[in-house]
């Protein structure tokens, strides 16, 4: 199946500093979805994009949808210690299949 | 709702034995999903289901895997013979027909062959 390309593979920064996520596509993307999942944990869906250059925000986090449906990004601004985790994005396919990117691992230094 | 329930939480067995791990999905979800995540591969999609039926199994890896649902609110993924290269986290999630609202994942299931 189709696979999103997913970067960096892991990012360490210091509390208060702002972090970024990006998730590549070679073809157009029907629709993406991101996915936290803390240390030892189970992902947690975070949010759905379907519509060319979509921007939503939840708080710190704020998600973007490419103007061409190939891309997206997830920035957190102001990182925090309950912020560490990894980050997937997963690219929706037929009968709500969605593939998943290989993930962000994010740390989070107080 | 108590979300999708798996069990058991942790299972560890010796090779060649049978494993048998359960699903419970969101009551009205009509597709479940089997994951395994590991270290080296990530999560990948070994099997799911649209109203109870199979849709594709084509990640599972061997014959040695299989799964089934026998009716909406109970599925099981069985590994017969286990092999050590089994051990992994493996997750059930549910979502609802439209997907908006993203993958409801169990708590997972934590396997160790010996």
């Known amino acids: 199946g189709q696979q999103v390309m997913q970067i960096p593979q892991y990012q360490h920064v210091q509390e208060g500093e702002d972090f970024t996520t990006y998730c590549n596509s070679s073809t157009t993307l029907s629709n993406i979805q991101w996915y936290k999942q803390r240390p030892g944990g189970h992902p947690v869906f975070l949010i759905q994009?379907?519509?060319?250059?979509e921007v939503k925000k939840q708080k710190r986090l704020t998600f973007q949808f490419g103007e061409a449906k190939k891309n997206s990004s997830l920035h957190i601004t102001a990182t925090q210690t309950t912020d560490v985790g990894t980050y997937f994005c997963?690219?929706?396919?037929?009968?709500?299949?969605?593939?998943f990117g290989s993930g962000t691992k994010l740390n989070v230094k107080p | 709702d108590a979300g999708v329930i798996q069990s058991p939480r942790h299972e560890v067995t010796e090779m060649g034995q049978e494993v048998t791990l359960r699903c419970k999905p969101i009551?009205?979800?009509?597709?479940l999903f089997w994951y395994r995540q590991t270290m080296m591969r990530g999560l990948e999609l070994l099997i799911y289901?649209?109203?109870?039926?199979?849709?594709?199994d084509s990640g599972m890896p061997e014959d040695r895997f299989s799964a089934k649902m026998p009716n909406a609110s109970f599925s099981t993924l069985k590994i017969q013979p286990s092999e050590p290269r089994d051990s992994a986290v493996y997750f059930c999630?549910?979502?609802?027909?439209?997907?908006?609202?993203?993958?409801?994942f169990g708590s997972g299931t934590r396997l160790t062959v010996v």
């Open positions: 289901f649209n109203n109870n039926v199979p849709i594709d």
């Open positions: 997963a690219e929706g396919g037929p009968f709500n299949k969605f593939y």
């Open positions: 999630a549910s979502i609802t027909s439209d997907g908006s609202y993203g993958y409801t």
């Open positions: 994009l379907v519509k060319s250059g």
């Open positions: 009551s009205g979800h009509n597709s």
